[in-house]
């Protein structure tokens, strides 16, 4: 008889969403997440030409506001 715990609950998986952009005159991909009916962050951006940059631990209340604040991070790598 096979007696495994069963595995706990974490809450929900984070939905994930692909976002491209232009910003500051680079491409992007930004991989946006958030759970059901919770905040969205930034994952990781993939910005061409360069490594993937990661937000701190900020969220978002809409996913829009999270899209602009990417194209916030990609266009203020120019400055």
């Known amino acids: ?5 069963p595995e706990e609950m974490e809450g929900p998986e984070p939905l994930e969403e692909y976002v491209p952009g232009i910003a500051g005159g680079r491409h992007y991909m930004a991989q946006l997440c958030h759970v059901p009916d919770g905040p969205w962050y930034i994952a990781v951006i993939h910005v061409e030409s360069l490594p993937p940059l990661h937000d701190s631990d900020r969220t978002w209340s809409t996913r829009e506001e999270a899209v602009q604040a990417a194209d916030k991070l990609v266009a203020d790598l120019g400055h």
């Open 1 to 5: 008889m096979d007696m495994e715990e």
